[in-house]
């Protein structure tokens, strides 16, 4: 008898995966591609399959076509039923008013699952024997700490001693984004059933946004654990100096158990480790950038390393322990000997550094250091400085991510003082917007419990947490429920269970005698028959006043309807908190601002972006049911604008005096017009100016960017408005300049944010930028030929004396359609520079004799620059990196392994072997890998099946985030020039925002072209306008992904259920490598690994995927 249950749940997945709908006639195959199996509506009674359907109308629902053809739709899915259920559910203090539609069509975006900050990143805890059933015998294995830095595995008897103690939360990662996915099914001892395992993991990757995965927040690091006995101090001071001896650059603390136990047969005494910072004749112990208190570096003492070593690209053939590159030494064989120069720094300078570096806690780049020191201090920063880094160690920790430029350094603050003083931010904010009523409340709540505890609500661990929204009477203290498990499931789990506990029987319990402000009380709520958690705030004669602590408003009750509240309710945390609204702190009691937010938001689901997660935690929301993501605190912002300060834009008129100040290349025109709003701001923007050179002061430098947030950076020399449009990490992002029209790629360190005694004003001045395209144009916009573009700028972009005349006002474009004049003569048509360009050759396509399918000798002739262009003006005005400002999406595409890439195809084969001609290219050094049997952290970039994935090294990746910052500066500068396009050749592509590594798979006939992410694994198709040369720079960092197979299981055809199954369990996360074998190839995109994954993220067991595909492989053997 087939499973009904099971069979609804494939058909609901099948249609939720087609959103578009299911003809009938493909049903039954969709069905059978996906389970192997004919719908079996004859097994349950029905003699066809319409009648099945019908019994159905949770699960499908049928329309017919125009065409006649029934057509088969999801009903509606299990995620947005329980959207509209809390939406429902939850209670409100406004009791009229028509009520209107809520948002629970959210579409999810992609988190940046791993090194936003683009720091050096710990180690993965490590795997040991323990969860592993079968497969290999030998146990898990000590760990790797990524590229560059491996462990030997842990001896099996070392794996259960070692496998609760010394794990320590990794704090680095609190902050780091992630999407919470289908969590990695804990192993079973009794055997699985594919019934009950397959169709939900199978179901939950059909019916989720597959860019929800992301890697677990808990990522712990295991420590040695010794048992604190006496030792000896002179005898393991001796052996750490043979040890520093062998390893004299350094390496972590946390792999020298490891090498004392495997040079001298023994455990080193934990005491030892913790002695180790007082030995300063011996080593030296380095703190890192983060937070962890075991991420620490150890070096020889200083008058044992007379001479300084350059940080060093390994050697892909050596099999040694490599070691970390240390961040204060200096370049002897690459770079001449620093000069002579003070063997310290002032006090004062010192102090100065570490407040700029205070600023920039993601990290900031030395070669930025002397510029912002200048503007920020008003005098130059000795040159010593960044010829002798190292005297900066003792306040910040300085890395070297680009290994063939060590002059070319990142600088981050300690963590030590830094942390401390962002919680006091929060506290002083959280502090200052807390009502005095809520104050009372939470000073008498420790007493009024009942001697009952309520856990306090944890931030959801996701980079971007569905909320709803509930009310604001202040941005700065937004009321708002988390959505999901643990969060709103929990507590509809726990309302029910009071429905029952607290129902109309005779049995059910006796109103409150006498409640007392303070106390915590369950309340049946008026006019339903809900029975809620509740807060006492007053006590009246025969009332009482009540917060209701899950759904964050207050109401007055009769005392007939408070219950005490039983102690199994205390344990779910309050649900209702509150949120500071990104950049509306200074508005954040304007009536224009809350009356749009509560328009736009009030009583909706929508995602909220966590920028700080303080006990207030500073958020973006965004609106993401439309085509178009919505970002809220930009919208508010927006509402402060004065309309009158605008230039009216009327259809037939004519305006003199217009100035085009920027042309994009795809024929999108900015212009400024005059009026009074583009007057007040030039004189804003002088007024800045010199009231930036009174400023001797950092407050102004922006530490905390996001997108949407309007802040100053310098266009032509001169201070002007920008809004960030998108972030790659934390210190590169897109801007435009909202009143030229102008986009660019900077570095967050050129940012200033806009001094208080000008915010509002300029504020209320809209963007001065119009966006026109010309009117009559047989050619649309996007379809202009590079000629086009280079004319019209020849033609406007140096004269101050255009006119135009209105045409259309498309409002959903938000574009003007005109016809522009380079004189005052607009009353003559013919003299317009439409028709000029109409009556032209201009947009006549060119055959693209560039485009090339086979292979020539050589592509890269040209002596290329290895240098990064410093920050300078685009000399014609526009945009280069796109076409026209784009849309603000909530989150980097660059800001680690990308969740979703710039389509949606994935490898489905490694990239084929590529012609000779690869050869002539100076590629990047191979990954170098350890020996077999030794763990390597990973994270899964792409995952098709078990027989084939793409890895990319965990260890290294922010060097991986840095170079594509470096690229995305470089590349967005200047308009490319046409390519002679050869395949199999490496390039620099433009996916989506980011500029990638690319190999180019084929040229098509439509200009587009095929290519292979070198760093990602991906296949993408770009136009052939969006390539560049590769240059040198950046052919430095080997290619990061590699493809590999898992180990442990025979090589056969995976089904697609299998390969679903698995993509759940490894794709978008960090997991541990157990190396078996490499298998060599010509080029590095050929080579492949054999490995065991292990996932850690789980305390108390490790999970072995191979062992969970043999499991699913053996079980779909004995269903067939």
Known sequence: MADPELVKKMLRAILQANKGGVPLSRLQLEYKELTGEQIPHKQMGHNNLDALLAIMPSVVRTERSRSGEMVCFASGAHETAHIAKVVARQRSSKKTGRPHLVNTQMRVKPAAPLV??????????????????????????????????????????????????????????????????????????????????FHKEVHAHLSRNSQQTGPPLNLNESLDSGKGKPYNPQQVQGRIREILGKYSNGFWVSKLPQ????????????????????????????????????????????????????????????????????????????????????????????????????????????????????????????????????????????????????????????????????????????????SEEELRVRQELGRRLSNQEVPSLQIPKEEYPSVLVVEATNTNGVIL??????????????????????????????????????????????????????????????????????????????????????????????????????????????????????????????????????????????????????????????????????????????????????????GTIY??????????????????????????????????????????????????????????????????????????????????????????????????????????????????????VQWLREKVLNTTDCSMKVAKVDETK??????????????DPARSLNHQMAKSDLFKQQPDVFLTSHSPAKIFTTTLSSKTPSTSDNTNGSPTSTSSPAKPHLRRVLSGPRGGGGGSTTTTSPPETPSPASSSLQLPPLLDFPPAGNNIDVYVSVACHPGHFVLQPWR?????????????????????KPLNIEKNQIYAAKVENSWHRVLVKGVLTNGLVSVYELDYGKHELVSCTQLRLLIKEFRQLPFQAITAQLAGLKQRQWS?????????????????AQLEAVREATYP??????????????????????????????ELTNEL
């Open 116 to 197: 936003l900050n683009a720091k050096p990143q710990t180690s993965l805890r490590q795997p040991n024997h323990r969860g592993r059933g079968g497969g290999r015998g030998g146990g898990g294995g000590g760990g790797r700490g990524g590229h560059g830095d491996f462990r030997q595995p842990r001896d099996m008897r070392d794996g259960q001693s070692e496998g609760k103690t010394g794990v320590h939360p990794n704090k680095m990662y609190q902050n780091t984004p992630n999407r919470k996915g289908n969590p990695p099914a804990e192993r079973s001892d009794k055997r699985m059933t594919l019934s009950s395992r």
């Open 259 to 434: 090498i004392y136990r495997e040079l001298y047969k023994q455990d080193m005494p934990t005491e030892a480790i913790k002695d180790m910072e007082t030995w300063t004749h011996i080593c030296i112990v380095e703190k890192t950038c983060s937070s962890n208190p075991s991420e620490l570096l150890l070096y020889p003492a200083k008058e044992q390393n007379s001479t300084s070593s350059p940080p060093t690209i390994l050697n892909p053939n050596s099999t040694s322990a490599p070691t970390p590159q240390r961040p204060t030494t200096t370049s002897s064989s690459s770079s001449p000997s620093p000069p002579s120069s003070p063997a310290t720094l002032s006090p004062d300078l010192k102090l100065k550094l570490e407040e700029l570096l205070v600023k920039y806690s993601n990290g900031l780049w030395a070669h930025a250091l002397p510029k912002l020191f200048q503007d920020t201090y008003k005098f130059k920063l000795p040159g010593h400085v960044l010829e002798n880094l190292h005297l900066l160690s003792d306040i910040c920790t300085i890395d070297y991510p680009m290994p063939d430029n060590p002059k070319r350094a990142i600088l981050y603050k300690g963590s030590s003082s830094g942390g401390g003083r962002g919680e006091d931010e929060n506290c002083n904010r959280r502090n200052s917007s807390a």
């Open 481 to 666: 429920r988390y959505i999901g498990e643990g969060y709103s499931q929990a507590q509809e789990s726990m309302e029910d269970e009071m429905r029952a506990f607290y129902g109309v029987d005779q049995s059910s319990p006796t109103p409150l005698s006498s409640p007392t402000s303070g106390q915590l009380v369950a309340v049946r709520a008026e006019e339903e028959e809900e029975i809620l958690r509740a807060q006492v705030c007053e006590v009246m004669a025969d009332k009482v006043k009540v917060h209701y602590v899950d759904h964050g408003f207050s109401e007055v009750i009769n005392k007939t309807k408070v219950f005490e509240l039983h102690e199994k309710f205390f344990k779910l945390p309050f649900q209702a908190t509150k949120c500071i609204l990104a950049g509306l702190e200074p508005f954040c009691q304007e009536p224009v601002v809350l009356k749009k937010f509560e328009t736009m938001a009030s009583g909706k689901i929508l995602l909220a972006e966590i920028l700080e997660r303080g006990q207030t935690p500073i958020v973006v929301l965004y609106d993401t049911s439309q085509d178009d993501d919505v970002n809220i605190n930009a919208a508010c912002m927006k509402a402060l604008q004065d309309k009158t300060l605008a230039s009216p834009l009327q259809v037939n008129s004519a305006y003199m005096n217009v100035t085009v100040r920027s042309v994009c290349s795809d």
């Open 671 to 788: 212009c400024q017009l005059p009026s009074r709003g583009l007057a007040k701001l030039n004189e804003i923007l002088e007024n800045i100016e010199t009231y930036f050179h009174s400023q001797v002061t950092s407050e102004f430098l922006v530490s905390r960017p996001f997108c949407g947030k309007g802040c100053l950076a310098r266009y032509k020399g001169k201070w002007s408005r920008i809004e960030i449009t998108n972030l790659h990490g934390s210190r590169v992002l897109d801007i435009l300049f909202i009143d030229v029209g102008v986009q660019a790629s900077v570095e967050v360190f050129e940012l200033r944010e806009i001094p208080p005694p000008f915010l509002r004003d300029l504020m209320a001045i809209p963007p001065q930028a119009v966006k026109c395209c010309l009117a009559d144009l047989a050619v649309s916009v996007g379809s202009w030929t590079p000629d086009a």
């Open 814 to 827: 938000r574009c003007i359609y005109v016809h522009l004049f380079t004189d005052k003569n607009f009353h």
């Open 956 to 976: 290294d990746m922010y060097k991986l985030v840095v170079l594509m910052g470096e690229m995305i500066l470089y590349y967005n500068k200047t308009e490319g």
């Open 1056 to 1072: 697609e259920e299998a390969s679903i199954v698995f993509r759940n369990h490894v794709e978008k996360k960090p997991l541990v």
């Open 1085 to 1114: 995109w050929d080579r492949k690994l054999i490995v065991f994954l292990v996932d850690t993220s789980q305390e108390e067991r490790d999970i072995w995927v191979h062992d969970i595909m043999a499991e699913f492989a053996d």
